[in-house]
């Protein structure tokens, strides 16, 4: 498989300052090119004030490097980095509401909870919401129980993702903080290496 | 520094003043209004134009920015007056020409109401702005004031456009000084040069047999006009130019090998697909030079020098890819490579300019036909000028011979809009280009489609008496567009025989000067009259109605295809 231009799944990870309307300038990245975002989740990160998103594309990795740097080119933003899912470790959220008549007559609730991981966040006389954590085929095996006994909504958060190679953003940031920013501010890793990375 | 009450209007003034943008291009209007109150009392430090339309004001501000290699500043109110910015704000942003635009806004408390003349511009212009901002407070406009013209300036340079709702242009504050900024966290205008990069560059070259220099408008806003042709002197290579790049090296250099790209010249066309290292300085590699991309340069190792990261490997992969100023990086080459004679490699591009010039030139600039071509009026301009002249041009076929034809002595000479190819730029850029220089004689060179659009800022140079000599070179048809139905759509002319006004007539009407050219015999004659006159001047030639600008690269065809006939 040739990993510059076979599509699979880059989650991107952008770090910013707080500023309103920077999720508009990072989506029109996205919309200009004409590539759609399977999922993108804003929040707060490991240092107050700035601001981390995470975003899920199915694209080629030749596409995503350029989007990458289009993304840091924007004023406001610190640094984005981009990794396939075998360098991160990430979830997702999913909250089902069942009806309780429904799934308590007709389901043994325990092995549900037990076989899938779920717990029940809301218990009330006319419905119940389960709660799983998992990557998408997890949360989705769970879905697929449920939808015989009446799934009467389900809603499935966006991935946050947390980098296994990073030592976290203090460091960069005291370089960011400096005039004249440090190399590894500026990452060119596969500059000069053409042959090796890039297929035309 | 003691604290004094200022109002937000007299802030962003203040601002203007302490960046050193004297002079200004704007059109007033309801949510504006505080800032021009504001400015009736700084007539003596701000040099207010007052434009036709808000378009017209920013093309001036571009044209300013580029002969004057400082931010230009526009002003226009909320709504309209916004949104008639947005073609010039997406022709500097893929320009790189450093703006700083403000934009009047309604008050804060009716944001998001739909109230008269409100339009939500941040938004509308986020894609074509390298930086946009909405002020709701006074106290913010002195720090942003100053982030607006440090981005519009550094790095690669942009468009920055700054929001200002009514309230906050109104409100006092305590002002405690203007204080410029030169440093954001978020933001690293240059890249950090790379040694090993620098040495990889240095060995391509110097084992290079034929090495060939492509150059942008990079070069001339780094302002690194000398280190380039130091560059290239020191290792004897020809350089070829993008439109932008034009006038960064004079015409007249010895390796100076001509244009690159769509009606580029034939040997750097050709050429691209025979070097072996091809060195490209401060360009992005547009379609309109690469051609057909998958057969661009594929023998070449690339070098790409380039300050904007998001460039290098963008359309075209570099080998080795140069990140940085070219003021910095540049040096650093010209200090590796060795000292080389290529004499025989630059007599090839002598080969081909005298077999490009032997079946287009020659009948282009000395026609033997009874017609006038664009051509001739360009080598008569040269002629008269002796090269010293600012060229600005539209859009089309003109703008293509001008640009292949122009001589120019001096750097910041070619004012064009180059990527976004906007009709209609040349009349208000000119304006600009000559409050930017106004020790130089500043030409608008304009087709008979172009001019009617923005024709209106003819009342700008009247009621400013700047010194703008126009030249509306009239081929009774939307002439590059002509072109390609001719050739590529069976001569199905459609829509494109476009009717004049009486220019002359017109001019007169706004008090300026001019005359027609039917004629070769007063070509000349009149070339030299608009030139002498003092003031601006209207001269409209008729040229050949269907004439064709060659060489052409067919669209989606190789640099090497590239057609003389």
């Known amino acids: ?196 990375v890039f297929t035309m | 520094m003691a604290t004094k009450k200022l109002t937000g209007a007299q802030a962003v003034l203040e601002a203007c003043i302490a960046e050193g943008a004297e002079t200004i291009f704007g059109y007033p209007g309801g949510a504006i209004m505080p800032i021009y109150d504001a400015l009736y009392d700084y007539n ?202 034009l006038s960064a090296l004079p015409t007249d250099h010895p390796q100076n090998v001509g244009m690159l790209g769509m009606h580029g010249n034939y040997g750097p066309n050709v050429l691209t697909n025979e070097c072996d290292v091809l060195i490209a300085v401060g360009m992005r590699f547009d379609d309109r030079v690469t051609g057909r991309l998958d057969k661009y340069a594929k023998q070449a190792k690339v070098i790409h020098l380039d300050i904007d990261p998001s460039e290098i490997d963008k359309n075209v992969k570099a080998h080795v890819g140069v990140w940085g100023d070219c003021k910095e990086t540049l040096p650093l080459l010209t200090l590796g490579i060795q000292e080389k004679d290529r004499s025989e490699w630059l007599k090839v591009f002598a080969d081909y300019t005298q077999k490009e010039y032997n079946q287009c030139i020659k009948e282009e600039i000395y026609p033997s036909t009874d017609e006038m071509t664009m051509g001739e009026v360009i080598r008569i301009v040269n002629e008269t000028t002796k090269g010293n002249a600012v060229v600005v041009t539209d859009v089309g076929q003109h703008q293509m011979v001008a640009c292949r034809y122009a001589k120019f002595n001096e750097t910041r000479s070619n004012v064009t809009s180059g990527g976004l190819g906007t009709m209609g730029f040349a009349l208000p850029a000119a304006i600009g280009a000559k409050f930017g220089a106004l020790d130089r004689t500043v030409i608008a060179v304009i087709g008979d489609g172009g001019v009617q659009m923005t024709i209106q800022e003819l009342g700008t140079i009247m009621q400013t008496g700047v010194d703008v000599k126009i030249m509306i070179l009239n081929n009774e048809f939307l002439g590059m567009v002509r072109q390609w139905q001719q050739l590529f759509n069976d001569k199905r002319y459609s829509f494109v025989d476009i009717q004049s006004p009486d220019y002359v007539m017109v001019a007169k009407a706004y008090g300026i000067e001019g005359a027609k050219v039917e004629h070769r015999k007063d070509l000349q004659t009149a070339i030299e009259t608009m030139l002498a006159h003092k003031g601006s001047y209207l001269l409209e030639v008729m040229v050949g109605k269907e004439n064709n600008v060659f060489p052409m690269v067919p669209q989606g065809c190789s640099v090497s295809e590239i057609r003389l006939k």
């Not at chain 1, 804003?42 to 990458?68: C, L, N, Y």
């Not at chain 1, 640094?79 to 043994?108: G, H, M, P, R």
């Not at chain 2, 450093?98 to 109401?113: E, K, M």
Request: a neutral charge.
């Open chain 1, 1 to 196: 498989m040739d990993t510059n231009t076979e599509k699979q799944e880059y989650t991107i990870t952008v770090y910013t300052e707080n500023q309103v309307g920077l999720l508009n300038r990072i989506a029109i990245i996205f919309s200009r090119r004409k590539i759609n975002v399977e999922s993108l989740n804003t929040s707060p990160s490991e240092i107050a004030g700035i601001h981390r998103f995470t975003i899920v594309v199915m694209e080629s990795r030749d596409v995503v490097m350029k989007i990458v740097r289009q993304i840091e080119k924007q004023v406001e933003v610190l640094k984005a980095y981009f990794n396939t899912n075998d360098e991160i470790v990430w979830q997702e959220l999913a909250l089902y509401k069942v009806l309780s008549e429904e799934i308590t007559e007709k389901v043994k609730v325990e092995r549900l909870l037990r076989e899938y991981g779920a717990r029940a966040v809301a218990i009330r006389k006319d419905f119940i919401v389960f709660e799983t954590t998992g990557h998408r085929e997890e949360t989705n095996k769970l879905m697929k129980a449920l939808e015989p006994f009446g799934l009467v909504e389900f809603v499935r958060s966006a991935r946050v993702a947390i980098i296994k190679e990073s030592s976290g953003f203090h460091e960069k940031l005291k370089d960011f903080e400096k005039k004249q920013p440090s190399e590894d501010v500026i990452e060119n890793e596969y500059l000069g290496k053409r042959e090796a």
């Open chain 2, 44 to 245: 003596d430090k701000l040099k207010h134009i007052l434009v036709r339309h808000e378009q017209g004001g920013i093309h001036a501000g571009q044209g300013y920015a580029r002969t004057s290699g400082k931010v230009g500043v526009v002003f226009a109110t909320s709504g309209p007056g916004a949104t008639n910015l947005v073609t010039g704000l997406a022709d500097a942003m893929i320009d790189s020409t450093p703006l700083v635009c403000i934009t009047g806004q309604v008050f804060a408390h009716l944001l998001g109401t739909d109230a008269f003349q409100e339009t939500d511009i941040i938004n509308i212009t986020m894609p074509v702005t390298k930086w946009n901002y909405q002020v709701t407070d006074a106290t913010e406009i002195p720090g942003i004031l100053a982030k607006a013209f440090y981005l519009a300036r550094s790095g690669r340079p942009g468009p920055v456009l700054i929001d200002i709702t009514k309230n906050a242009q109104i409100q006092s504050f305590d002002y405690e000084g203007y204080t410029p900024c030169n440093h954001i966290r978020s933001y690293r205008p240059k890249p950090v040069i790379r040694k090993n990069f620098i040495d990889e560059a240095v060995a391509l070259i110097n084992n290079a047999k034929k090495p060939l220099v492509i150059f942008g408008q990079g070069v001339i806003l780094g302002k690194a006009e000398k280190e380039f042709k130091k560059f290239i002197e020191k290792s004897g290579m020809p350089a070829a130019w993008t439109i932008l790049g």
